[in-house]
C-alpha cells in the first residue's frame, strides 16, 4: 500500500520561516540532487503559497548537502481527492479546502496513514447564494428548516450557544444537526437539537445522501 504522508504544519512552518531578507535569486527549476516536496492545495490559497514557495526555494535550504525544492500544485479539492485515491496524482503534501476532504479521503482509500488535524492553518468563510428565482422555488424567504452539518467542533464561533437559542426562539426554524465523521463530538449539538426539538443524526460519506432524504419527509 503506497504511504500517504501529511506533513501540511510543518511544511508551511518552514516556508513562512524563510521568508525573511537576504533572498536569492536563481533557476525556477529544481536542482538535479535536489529533495523535492510536492503540495497540492485548494484554489483559494494560490496567491499566498505561490508567492511562499517561490521564496523558499530561493533560499536554497539545504539537508544533508541537498537542496530542498517545493513544487505546488493549484487544484481543487474534489479533484485532488479523486486523483490522490486512484493514484493519478502523488504528492508529498495535500492542503484541501477543508479537513473534511481528509476525512473522506481517509475512508475511501482505508489509507490509516492519511493525518487529520484537528488545528486548521486559516479559516476562510463559506458562502452559500443561489439566484432568488432558484430560491423561491425552494421555499425562500419562508425556510423552515436547517440542516447543521457538522463534526462538532466549536474553533471560529462569534455568538454564544445562549444567544444561538435565543435567536432560534424569534424565528421558529427547526434545526437538524447531523454528527459527521465517526469521531464527531456531538455534545453542542445535541444541545442545538434540544432547544429546537429535533434530534442529532450520526451521519458519514456513506449516507449522508439517505439521510438529507430522510430529513425532507419532514416537510
Do not use: H
Amino acid at each position: 500500500m503506497r504511504v500517504f504522508r501529511l506533513v501540511l504544519v510543518g511544511l508551511i512552518a518552514l516556508l513562512t520561516a524563510c521568508t525573511g531578507p537576504g533572498l536569492m535569486t536563481g533557476d525556477s527549476g529544481p536542482p538535479a540532487n535536489a529533495i523535492r516536496i510536492s503540495i497540492a492545495y485548494s484554489p483559494e490559497k494560490e496567491k499566498w503559497l505561490s508567492e511562499q514557495i517561490t521564496r523558499f526555494n530561493q533560499r536554497r535550504i539545504e539537508v544533508d548537502n541537498r537542496p530542498v525544492f517545493v513544487e505546488g500544485i493549484n487544484k481543487s479539492s474534489g479533484v485532488a481527492r479523486t486523483e490522490i485515491k486512484n493514484g493519478a496524482l502523488n504528492v508529498t503534501v495535500w492542503s484541501p479546502s477543508a479537513s473534511t476532504w481528509l476525512e473522506v479521503l481517509k475512508l475511501e482509500s482505508g489509507n490509516p496513514n492519511v493525518a487529520v488535524s484537528s488545528n486548521p492553518l486559516v479559516l476562510t468563510p463559506v458562502v452559500i447564494a443561489m439566484w432568488r428565482p432558484m430560491a423561491e422555488a425552494m421555499g425562500w424567504p419562508n425556510i423552515r428548516a436547517i440542516v447543521l452539518l457538522s463534526d462538532g467542533a466549536d474553533n471560529a464561533s462569534t455568538i454564544s450557544l445562549q444567544e444561538l437559542r435565543q435567536r432560534f426562539d424569534e424565528t421558529g426554524i427547526s434545526i437538524f444537526p447531523v454528527a459527521y465523521g465517526a469521531d464527531a463530538d456531538a455534545t453542542t449539538l445535541e444541545n442545538i437539537a434540544e432547544f429546537s426539538r429535533t434530534i442529532v443524526v450520526k451521519g458519514d460519506t456513506g449516507d449522508i445522501a439517505q439521510i438529507f432524504e430522510n430529513l425532507s419527509r419532514y416537510f
